[in-house]
Each structure stands twice: as structure tokens, then as C-alpha cells.
């Protein structure tokens, strides 16, 4: 008899016990998305200075839906991909592990995309979701950096002469 309830608490466990061992494991967001290539902000800080490029580091949290769309829609969009993996070092940073750099820099939403030019100073700072658009108009002419401004403020304005 004392069999009997061992048996049924088997058989009711079963079913839920074959399915947590069938599912498969998420996979991290930084390897559904390769464009984030730094495993952690120290690392990709160093390369960026040696570099001299910027950081873009993108903190996200648990179950955040918008971190997941801008990381699909926004950081997945072929041309946003190609502008930022020439000219940045990339990294995805949960906000667990980095809670006391969230608090330092003041941030209370996810996600948080951060973009650091290479002597520290914060170029750009987005709260939320950004759209491929709308991230592409903010950071592109961020990236130029000071070899295009010094090529363009050498290069003559031949503009004024069209106008006359």
C-alpha cells in the first residue's frame, strides 16, 4: 500500500519531468545576435581604446521584450550590423551583472544602448527601444569621428557657388 502513492506521485511527475528534459536551454542573446562580439564591457574597453574606436554596450535585463526586438529589428538590420562592426566595439551587458555601473550612470529602463568614444566620454545615451531608422540617424554621424570632419573642412564648399 505504501507503494501505491510513490507510484501515482511517479506517474504525475513524469509527464513534467520529460518535458523540462526535452527543452532546450535559450540560447544567450549575444549569440542570436553575432554583432555583439565583446563578452563584457572591461574587454571590449581595452580593444576599443587600443583601437582608438568607440564602445557600444548595450544593457538589457531579464524577460525584456524590447531588449529582444531591438536586438532583433534594430541590431539585426544588415545595415546597422556593418556600420557598427567597422566602427565600434560591441557589447551586450545584462544589467545583473553590471549593477553598480546601471546605477552609477542613471539607468532605469532597458534597454540602454551607450555609446563611449574611446578617451570616456558618452557620445550618445538611448533609453528603449530605438527603430533601425531612427538609430542609424543618431549614431551614424557620431561615428564619422575627426578624420571625415578634417577631410570635409578641407574639402571646398562648392555649394555656395551653385547657389548663385
Known sequence: MKKTPLLCLSILLLPICSVA???????????????????????????????????????????????EKMLTETYGHPLIKQMLTQRTETVLAHAKEYRDLTKKLGIRGYPTTLLISPKGEVLDLMQGYVAPKAFAERVKPLLAGPNVQTMAAATPNTSKAVER
Open 21 to 67: 528534459i526535452g527543452q532546450k536551454t535559450p540560447t544567450p542573446a549575444s549569440e542570436r545576435n553575432p554583432l555583439f562580439v565583446q563578452s563584457n564591457i572591461e574587454k571590449a574597453w581595452k580593444t576599443a581604446v587600443l583601437q582608438k574606436k568607440p564602445i557600444l554596450v548595450m544593457f538589457t535585463s531579464d524577460h525584456c521584450k524590447f531588449c
